[in-house]
């Protein structure tokens, strides 16, 4: 069920719900982890009225609070493995771009049955936008699937590539700047405790030096991370990472880690003797985000540097402290590479397409709405046709932007 408004929440919520001095107190918690959370997610989703969905959204974060659920950092556990204190395993961080509700419930069913550690759920300033999922929409379908599959403890939730845009900045720095703060600030707020800031978009090759070539880079780099250690609420670290080569561009280099960390850290230190740096580097090793479609729709396999993410992840341990490098694009690499994340210390790895093809591939996928779905897509993306490709590799690069238009059909 969808409330239309707060009157129709408030009856829905009768029995199983106590409001008490601004917060709440769960009566019953089986009903409120049975169809009640069911009907809230769908409310935060959907409900037509913004103060409803609001309503709704502090109801699964208040529950989920009540039953050992919250939002966390990782940024603890990353700092043992810049000591070397932990190490031997690689964190995933999976983006779900459609039906996050019960995505997320088969990751937490996943994790409960393997026993295993931390995983990050996130979401990128691109996908926030042709998702149609704002960070407090995008916790609260975490959280509720948290609560459905009887999920307790930490939450890690992550803005990645909190981005910016190359040409938007090019023609008003200013401005951009401001957009990337305001995302910061609003997934702050929504529970976003480990943030991915990726300036790396600015990096200028044209420059003589690599610290030139670095320098806008680090200094926003910077400038961001003072902003989320004045925004990160009392008690907690917030986990952030930065980035020194776009993916799909040229491999990184040890000499632009340590241009990019030494000029980071040199501007860190200008804005306060205090603050804490960032936890892990996204570096380049030979991958593309959403794979290398051929001309079939299959995805190219590609070759990835692993010699790279063992030398940066290393370096970054030793000289820096921080946890390691971070692989992107990984979702779309042979299932046989996985295990070389671990052997070579990386720190974390970025899942997206992967998890996007299961849902579009899966033969459960109505074949009407995928039909739908892909008209849609070749009716108003034609700017993103390009020439030399077939019309299965435009439907593959461009699915993704129908989750948004079609999300009430897929939910």
Request: charged content about 25%; overall charge negative; some cysteine.
């Amino acid at each position: 069920m969808i409330y239309d408004n707060k009157d129709q929440l408030k009856k829905g919520c009768e029995a199983i719900i106590a409001f008490d001095d601004g917060d709440i107190r769960l009566l019953d918690e089986g009903r409120f982890q049975g169809k009640l959370i069911d009907d809230l997610i769908h409310t935060v989703v959907f409900s037509p009225d913004p103060g409803t969905r609001d309503a709704a959204a502090f109801l699964i974060r208040r529950g989920a609070a009540a039953l050992g659920i919250y939002s966390a950092s990782i940024q603890p556990l990353y700092e043992a493995m810049g000591r070397k204190e932990v190490g031997g395993f690689t964190v995933p961080a999976i983006n779900i771009r459609g039906i996050s509700y019960d995505v997320a419930q088969a990751v937490f069913r996943a994790a409960i049955k393997g026993k295993v550690g931390p995983v990050l759920f996130e979401i990128a300033r691109s996908e926030i936008d042709y998702t149609q999922q704002r960070p407090q929409e995008y916790t609260s379908a975490i959280k509720a699937a948290a609560v459905k599959t009887g999920w307790r403890g930490p939450v890690f939730l992550q803005g990645d590539h909190f981005q910016m845009n190359a040409k938007k900045f090019a023609a008003d720095p200013e401005k951009e700047t401001q957009a990337v703060k305001n995302l910061i600030w609003e997934a702050i707020e929504a529970g976003f405790y480990n943030i991915d800031i990726d300036t790396s978009t600015l990096v200028d090759l044209s420059q003589p030096t690599v610290k030139d070539q670095q320098r806008i880079n680090f200094s926003l780099a910077a400038e961001l991370t003072t902003m989320i250690r004045d925004l990160e609420p009392e008690g907690i670290t917030i986990s952030v990472g930065g980035e020194i080569g776009e993916v799909g561009g040229k491999n990184s280099t040890v000499e632009e880690l340590q241009a990019f960390m030494d000029g980071y850290l040199e501007e860190l230190k200008k804005r306060g003797e205090n603050f804490k740096g960032i936890s892990k580097i996204s570096i380049q090793t030979g991958t593309t985000h959403g794979g290398v479609p051929l001309a079939d729709g299959t995805v190219a396999k590609v070759k990835i540097d692993f010699d790279v993410l063992e030398k940066l992840s290393e370096m970054s341990r030793v000289q820096y402290g921080l946890s390691g490098a971070v692989q992107h694009g990984a979702s779309t690499l042979p299932d046989e590479a996985f295990d070389r994340f671990p052997a070579t210390g990386t720190a974390e790895i970025h899942l997206a397409t992967g998890f996007q093809n299961m849902i579009f591939d899966s033969k459960s996928f109505p074949e009407e709405l995928r039909a739908k779905i892909y008209d849609h897509l070749k009716a108003n993306m034609k700017g993103e046709w390009k020439e030399k490709d077939t019309e299965e590799q435009f439907i593959y690069k461009t699915r993704k932007k129908g989750f948004g238009p079609f999300k009430l059909e897929l939910w």
